[in-house]
């Protein structure tokens, strides 16, 4: 075999890989969807938000510091303390549920039957202002943030596979990282099963997100599942927030993520657990393979961007509810 | 007691359908716009113009093309940015190859062919609905941003992908390049709002807007009824386009002068436009304007009173932009979901009761 | 409408305080927000700070007091112009817009209302050409001397000949990203190396096609033409596959601590281009520690000082007072006007006397500005990060670039632009 061909190998693991990273932030908008029908584009800007408070607790940052210096003229920047990891991670998560709490109390209440696309509306109006909120609570610099999961190539891996192609194959190459990302991917995935399979909640859960009016009138309170999916969201939003950030730091720039989800939303159905994992992982690879067999080669690069939406929208050509959307049946 | 019916007797059809059946309302409209037309010329100064005027106009163009898409015909898209930046780079061609042709013909033909890619893009329309379609559009605004990046035809190989307009005249008077004055970019812009406005006025309320309506509020309802869809929706997609197309045309030419696919066409520009639309109210030209006015004014507005009144640091008041912005936003749909233009509404029904309401 | 019009009364209230044209004004279009903020927060303090300087220290500029007028862009175009056009009637000296696009937007505007423009290391490279571009400066170096600068090292590094081998280019897919392929390919053509192009999109997270590619190509040396997040990724994952650190050259744009730290020890020896000194062994930062920092009156949080961005702003604000000075010399007066600022950068001479004086030594090349020449003679110097010690040093000294390549492709853009805008070439 030629090195070109385990070259496509590695592409297309390494696509898998990337697509792993995808579904993670897919599968917040597709809890949030499932159970209130709202399109949470906030989704982005809650794992940026997640990260920046992890790295704020970790370093013992100030909340406000800046904005408390500059109007008080005082010179306060930390608590001089370093907090370990595990439980900086506690406490964000208890900040990402009383974020829940308070989305559901200042916003979802007050706009329950609307149209789909006002709630939508509100999910942007919540980015932006969260965008601000978290600037204004860390600062806008950028941060690293370290929980201690390792990057880098996985040498053991390039090592014994080196013998495969010949003199130019150097291994199949991914990154450690990469790796851990889907572990927990994998236990995330499993314990929403579990839970929304086997415990109270969950089955409150499913009966939501299929009828919402059958679920009131057996007396779920659908504020208080409201508030459950959103710190569920939440806790996803902040392990993308700590994937992601740790390979790029934690900045703006984070929330730009949610860009590289809608793809893979449109591929799997916008109420589908396993569509968004499977939606992810057709995209990853297609994405990846298509720059490195097309795209690079052809027509200098850069394609993976719209090549994702590409061939979402081919493929609901085909099957407009997506890949496990709920079949859309129409009637008069 | 101004604002009424009463004693406004209507002896033709012609008179009975007019856009503003209310005399309170036509005059109303009348020294709007002559007040825009003949005596904002003479006031306006380069801040006023570039920093609020210009772009206002130009953003309720966009939003007027989005609303015909999005709130008369029920499509959602979030690929107002590519198509905008497909007029800019129409125009940016047209204007460099032809440098004899009048830029209102360029304008023009910037927008038709804005409004044949839009067509294309809405292809996909026929299969896919909701949100999966906003999504899909998602693909349009990616696909063109890449590809006015990537090939060197459409900015004229220079060396970085900027795009600069050339100084052109109509009339006589610079419109694009340096040596424009702030009332003829703002008459220019001014001209195509008020017609296109006008045209889009009638043509909703027409055959064609009703059309669209029908196939917004139910789709198959309206095919069972006779309604084509695909010339419908294409019908949408291609004027919605033109419009915006035109937007972007002027966008680049007028008001920034230079422009870079990625930057200035970014998807940030999709939302914004869906944010005017919203905000001012789906399916209603007013609310159009509204919109565009909320958006582009409110961001400066709080910039001056925050950076130039209270003395704050720069980078605290543009974070707090954000928040107030969102949250805004926020308060805005859950106080009043249906945008300005309802609120206008509700003010006119108030009106027309005032002062004796029961 | 009531709403619309009560907000324009209240935008006209508020833009209708007039300025005192007493102080000389330096606008400063900041970035502290948005997805490059991380960069543009210690340009902005740098650039604020030395005119702080100057005012507790000189007492002004020749007894003018100088002052910065902050206007946060948010590297957004738009809010650009709002800028230019909100600052330009307060009598504003000179724009150092820190954006690409905002230059590009500039030029023609800034042109006509005669104010001078100070892209430092960015923006349009054929600006240079002053015959052309009047009001439009770059010095000292530009994109085009920064990649020869960087072919110039390669070749140096391997030995005086690289024919036959490989560079590969990893480019932000925009205008600016764009800028070096050019000279690159002219200078391929010349040393006879082979380019390998490779862009990423905006903003450039996902990085993974472009490594993979440069592991089985083993390209033999990287350059980078990055900015924002872009950087820390690319830096990482060239970490990542291990690559060879020390063979890996970024623009100045790609070259602060931001952009290594994140990467940790995995970032050592990345090299990046320099158009100034690094780090604050000068004794101008005591001048800054005493004057501006212990006084409280550092701009933003205080914490960027010594750092890369911190500096090319200090040295930014340095050579726009510096070029105050000269106008001020040579117009005779301390109240300049921008037509005045503007003849005093186009006569700017750096030399090392002055840089000594001024607490800098070495901390930037020598040069002169002419009309012929606004950008400089385009000198550059190679820096090194060192991850255990956390710290950026130069490697080499400001060296030249190819400017026989770089003057012709420079007059080709320009004489494209001339012809363009109906400019006549020629110095005023």
């Given at each position: 075999m030629s090195a070109d061909f385990y070259y496509a190998i590695e592409v297309i693991l390494n696509g898998l890989m990337a697509g792993v990273m995808y579904s993670l932030v897919a599968l917040g908008f597709v809890l949030i969807f499932k159970a209130s029908g709202i399109f949470n584009y906030a989704q982005g800007v809650m794992a940026l938000f997640a990260a920046l408070t992890l790295v704020g607790f970790q370093n013992g940052e100030i909340p406000f510091s800046h904005l408390i210096n500059a109007v008080f003229g005082t010179d306060i920047h930390h608590f001089g303390w370093h907090m370990p990891a595990f439980f900086a991670i506690l406490c964000s998560l208890a900040v990402m549920i009383l974020f829940a709490f308070l989305v559901e109390k200042y916003i979802l209440k007050h706009l329950v039957n609307q149209e789909p696309i006002i709630l939508f509306m509100a999910t942007i109006g919540l980015a932006y202002f969260m965008e601000g909120f978290g600037d204004l609570m860390w600062g806008a610099d950028i941060k690293k943030l370290d929980v201690g999961i390792p990057q880098g190539g996985n040498i053991w891996l390039e090592e014994n596979t080196a013998f495969l192609g010949g003199d130019d194959f150097y291994g199949f190459y991914i990154d450690n990282l990469d790796i851990w990302a889907t572990i927990f991917a994998a236990i995330l995935v499993i314990s929403l099963v579990i839970f929304s399979q086997y415990t109270k909640t969950g089955r409150a859960l499913r009966a939501v997100a299929d009828d919402h009016q059958a679920a009131l009138s057996v007396g779920i309170s659908l504020r208080s599942i409201w508030v459950i999916v959103w710190a569920i969201a939440g806790f996803v939003a902040l392990v993308a927030g700590i994937m992601w950030g740790s390979k790029s730091g934690v900045q703006f720039s984070l929330s730009l993520i949610a860009l590289k989800a809608l793809p893979v939303l449109m591929l799997g159905g916008f109420t589908s657990i396993p569509g968004a994992i499977i939606g992810g992982l057709i995209i990853g690879v297609g994405e990846k393979l298509f720059e490195f067999l097309i795209g690079a080669p052809f027509l200098g690069g850069a394609t993976e961007n719209w090549f994702a939406y590409m061939l979402a929208l081919l493929f609901l050509v085909f099957r407009p509810q997506g890949l496990f959307g709920e079949k859309i049946i129409e009637r008069v | 007691m101004l604002y009424r019916e009463a004693g406004d007797f209507k002896t033709s059809y012609a008179k009975d359908q007019q856009t503003f059946p209310i005399a309170f309302d036509r005059w109303g409209y009348f020294i709007t716009i002559a007040f825009a037309f003949l005596v904002v010329p003479f006031l306006i100064n380069d801040y006023w113009v570039n920093a609020v005027v210009l772009p206002f106009l130009i953003y309720s163009i966009a939003a007027i093309g989005l609303n015909i898409l999005t709130g008369y015909c029920g499509q959602v898209s979030l690929g107002t940015g590519g198509f905008m930046a497909v007029g800019a780079f129409s125009a940016y061609k047209l204007m460099t190859a032809f440098p004899e042709l009048s830029m209102i013909i360029v304008i023009l033909l910037s927008g038709g062919v804005t409004a044949f890619v839009g067509i294309l893009f809405g292809l996909p329309s026929l299969r896919i609905k909701g949100f999966y379609l906003a999504v899909a559009t998602l693909a349009a605004q990616f696909f063109l941003v890449w590809m006015f990046n990537k090939f060197p035809w459409f900015y004229n190989y220079s060396a970085s992908g900027q795009i600069s307009a050339p100084e052109r005249s109509v009339f006589g008077f610079a419109v694009t390049g340096a040596n424009v004055t702030p009332a003829v970019s703002y008459l220019f812009c001014l001209c195509f709002v008020f017609v296109l406005a006008w045209a889009a006025r009638n043509l909703t309320r027409g055959a064609n807007g009703r059309k669209w309506m029908a196939i917004r509020d139910m789709d198959i309802a309206a095919e069972i009824i006779g309604v084509d869809p695909?010339?419908?929706?294409?019908?949408?997609?291609?004027?919605?386009?033109?419009?915006?197309?035109?937007?972007?045309?002027?966008?680049?030419?007028?008001?920034?002068?230079?422009?870079?696919?990625?930057?200035?066409?970014?998807?940030?520009?999709?939302?914004?436009?869906?944010?005017?639309?919203?905000?001012?109210?789906?399916?209603?030209?007013?609310?159009?304007?509204?919109?565009?006015?909320?958006?582009?004014?409110?961001?400066?507005l709080l910039k001056n009173i925050m950076v130039g009144y209270l003395g704050w640091p720069t980078d605290l008041a543009s974070h707090f932009q954000f928040v107030i912005v969102g949250g805004l936003i926020v308060i805005f749909l859950i106080l009043e979901p249906h945008g300005f233009a309802q609120l206008w509404r509700l003010a006119k029904e108030k009106l027309r009761l005032w002062p004796f309401p029961h | 409408m009531k709403l619309t019009k009560l907000a324009a009364a209240a935008v006209a209230a508020s833009i209708?305080?007039?300025?005192?044209?007493?102080?000389?004004?330096?606008?400063?279009?900041?970035?502290?927000?948005?997805?490059?903020?991380?960069?543009?927060?210690?340009?902005?303090?740098?650039?604020?700070?030395?005119?702080?300087?100057?005012?507790?220290?000189?007492?002004?500029?020749?007894?003018?007091?100088?002052?910065?007028?902050?206007?946060?862009?948010?590297?957004?175009?738009?809010?650009?112009?709002?800028?230019?056009?909100?600052?330009?009637?307060?009598?504003?000296?000179?724009?150092?817009?820190?954006?690409?696009?905002?230059?590009?937007?500039?030029?023609?505007?800034?042109?006509?209302?005669?104010?001078?423009?100070?892209?430092?290391?960015?923006?349009?490279?054929?600006?240079?050409?002053?015959?052309?571009?009047?009001?439009?400066?770059?010095?000292?170096?530009?994109?085009?001397?920064?990649?020869?600068?960087?072919?110039?090292?390669?070749?140096?590094?391997?030995?005086?000949?690289?024919?036959?081998?490989?560079?590969?280019?990893?480019?932000?897919?925009?205008?600016?990203?764009?800028?070096?392929?050019?000279?690159?390919?002219?200078?391929?053509?010349?040393?006879?190396?082979?380019?390998?192009?490779?862009?990423?999109?905006?903003?450039?997270?996902?990085?993974?096609?472009?490594?993979?590619?440069?592991?089985?190509?083993?390209?033999?040396?990287?350059?980078?033409?990055?900015?924002?997040?872009?950087?820390?990724?690319?830096?990482?994952?060239?970490?990542?596959?291990?690559?060879?650190?020390?063979?890996?050259?970024?623009?100045?744009?790609?070259?602060?601590?931001?952009?290594?730290?994140?990467?940790?020890?995995?970032?050592?020896?990345?090299?990046?281009?320099a158009m100034h000194n690094v780090g604050s062994d000068f004794p101008v930062f005591d001048d800054i520690k005493k004057y501006v920092v212990d006084a409280g009156n550092a701009a933003g949080a205080g914490d960027q000082v010594g750092t890369v961005l911190y500096n090319r702003g200090m040295y930014a604000a340095m050579l726009a007072v510096e070029a105050a000075k000269t106008a001020q010399e040579i117009h005779g007066t301390a109240d300049i006007t921008p037509a005045m600022m503007r003849d005093g950068m186009e006569a700017l001479v750096i030399d090392e006397a002055k840089m000594t004086a001024l607490g800098m030594p070495n901390f930037g090349p020598t040069f002169s500005v002419s009309c012929e020449n606004h950008g400089g003679p385009g000198l550059g110097a190679i820096s090194q990060w060192d991850a255990s010690a956390k710290k950026w040093s130069l490697i080499s000294g400001f060296e030249p670039s190819d400017n026989e390549i770089i003057n012709a492709l420079i007059a080709e853009d320009s004489a494209a632009f001339a012809a363009e805008n109906n400019i006549a070439e020629g110095c005023k």
């Open positions: - | 695909l010339k419908t929706k294409l019908t949408a997609f291609g004027v919605s386009s033109f419009y915006i197309g035109i937007a972007g045309a002027l966008l680049f030419a007028i008001y920034l002068g230079a422009a870079e696919v990625g930057e200035a066409f970014d998807i940030s520009k999709s939302f914004l436009v869906l944010f005017m639309i919203i905000i001012g109210g789906l399916g209603s030209i007013f609310g159009s304007f509204a919109g565009a006015a909320f958006m582009v004014l409110m961001p400066v | 209708a305080a007039t300025p005192v044209l007493a102080d000389l004004v330096f606008p400063s279009l900041d970035y502290r927000t948005g997805p490059y903020a991380a960069n543009g927060i210690p340009f902005a303090d740098g650039y604020a700070d030395y005119f702080t300087l100057v005012n507790a220290r000189d007492g002004g500029i020749g007894g003018v007091a100088a002052k910065v007028i902050a206007c946060e862009t948010g590297y957004n175009t738009e809010k650009g112009v709002e800028c230019y056009e909100s600052t330009k009637g307060e009598g504003a000296l000179v724009y150092q817009p820190l954006s690409t696009g905002i230059t590009y937007q500039l030029i023609p505007k800034a042109t006509a209302d005669g104010i001078p423009v100070h892209s430092m290391g960015y923006g349009r490279t054929s600006a240079a050409n002053g015959k052309v571009f009047s009001n439009i400066f770059n010095y000292p170096a530009n994109y085009w001397n920064g990649a020869s600068h960087a072919v110039n090292h390669a070749i140096a590094d391997s030995g005086g000949d690289i024919s036959g081998k490989t560079i590969a280019l990893v480019y932000h897919n925009s205008a600016y990203g764009k800028e070096p392929i050019r000279t690159l390919e002219e200078l391929s053509k010349k040393h006879g190396f082979k380019l390998s192009l490779l862009a990423v999109d905006h903003p450039g997270q996902e990085q993974k096609s472009q490594w993979l590619q440069i592991r089985r190509e083993k390209p033999d040396y990287v350059f980078m033409w990055g900015w924002g997040v872009m950087n820390q990724v690319a830096i990482q994952e060239a970490a990542n596959i291990r690559y060879p650190m020390d063979k890996f050259v970024g623009i100045w744009w790609s070259g602060s601590e931001n952009d290594v730290l994140p990467a940790g020890d995995g970032a050592n020896g990345y090299k990046a281009l």
